[in-house]
């Protein structure tokens, strides 16, 4: 696999965990005629590239397009080819959603609140499938003003201030190994190297990313390090600590238990075996990240030396500092995209 994949599936890795903004990107709206009755509504996406593949309306019209109390469903089918049921009971005016809706996606998650011009605005909660949960205010699709955020367990992760899907919290974390977030690509290089235990292995670039790639250590583990840069200044960091099957569980609980002193409750996870994970709100749009994860044993050149250590076992830990919205616009760049309806 070139250093170029291997970019992209990080990247990808690291959307999973955290998802992403919505902040830079616009609304998309699909008008559709429902083929039963002629009514026409409008469906309010982030992702342009999402195909509907049915959809009904059961409810009043004014000039043949939807208004007042009904149902309405439709299915669409992201860039990823998989298909999403959506089931809504709401109302309608001039076609969109407006006022109270109760709205469910069959990948489990569900909102009950309040509807502006076919996006969320004003009060609501939100579940995710995954077990947390938002109650607060929202504009123009986004968690905006005062809300509480809650993790699976129920715990609060976040009480106060929201603006444009974010929390409202100062930078808990300025550096990673030691380098500043936004440091050009010498500087991390200077502090990596008088770094102890710490090899620079490679780097390469591509169009306005960049990336170095380090064996070091990490909790004085072994480790395998990549800073990731944007337009010249580091974004992402990943950290990848390797194990066999029966002690990856024991190293990925014992790093979450450190960034749980350190950063306070997660507000996701999942504990579920060989797909455990857990994110955490690092401020002003970083996140810090950790999964658990199966890998190919690469065939290394011998040159390399101890370097080869860390890569011996099947499984990692990995850990994303980072930026995801960057990450996102550089998905969205090498043409790696994903999609989620309203």
């Not at 999973?16 to 509504?41: R, Y």
Request: net charge neutral; with cysteine; proline share 3%.
């Amino acid at each position: 696999m070139n250093l170029l994949k291997k970019v992209i599936l990080t990247l990808s890795a690291f959307l999973v965990i955290f998802g992403h903004s919505t902040i830079a990107m616009a609304t998309n709206e699909k008008w559709i005629s429902d083929p039963t009755n002629g009514i026409k509504f409008c469906i309010v996406f982030w992702d342009e590239n999402v195909n509907i593949v049915s959809a009904s309306w059961i409810g009043p019209a004014v000039n043949g397009v939807a208004e007042g109390y009904g149902k309405l469903q439709y299915v669409f089918k992201g860039k990823d080819g998989k298909e999403t049921t959506v089931q809504a009971d709401g109302e309608m005016f001039a076609g969109k959603l407006n006022g109270k809706v109760n709205i469910k996606w069959s990948d489990g998650d569900s909102y009950i609140g309040n509807y502006k011009n076919g996006v969320r605005e004003g009060q609501g909660i939100f579940k995710f499938g995954v077990g947390n949960t938002y109650d607060g205010e929202w504009k123009a699709g986004l968690q905006n003003g005062y809300g509480t955020s809650r993790n699976s367990k129920g715990e609060i992760v976040h009480e106060g201030e929201w603006s444009n899907g974010e929390p409202v919290i100062k930078l808990k974390t300025d550096k990673v190994l030691g380098i500043s977030w936004g440091a050009t690509e010498n500087e991390a290089k200077q502090i990596m190297g008088e770094r102890s235990n710490t090899t620079r292995i490679g780097s390469d670039k591509k169009s306005e990313q960049s990336w170095q790639i380090y064996v070091s250590t990490y909790n004085d583990e072994p480790a395998r390090v990549e800073i990731f840069f944007y337009q010249g200044k580091m974004y992402q960091v990943t950290v990848q600590i390797y194990a066999n099957e029966d002690q990856i569980l024991d190293k990925f609980h014992y790093v979450k238990r450190g960034l749980t002193g350190r950063y306070g409750i997660p507000y996701t996870e999942a504990d579920a075996k060989f797909d455990s994970k857990a994110a955490w709100n690092l401020g002003e749009g970083y996140k810090l990240g950790i999964l658990v994860g199966k890998h190919q044993i690469p065939q290394l050149p011998s040159s390399w030396g101890k370097s080869q250590f860390p890569w011996r076992f099947p499984f990692a830990v990995t850990i994303f500092y980072g930026h995801p919205q960057t990450s996102y616009i550089l998905e969205k760049k090498a043409e790696v995209g994903s999609s989620k309806d309203y």
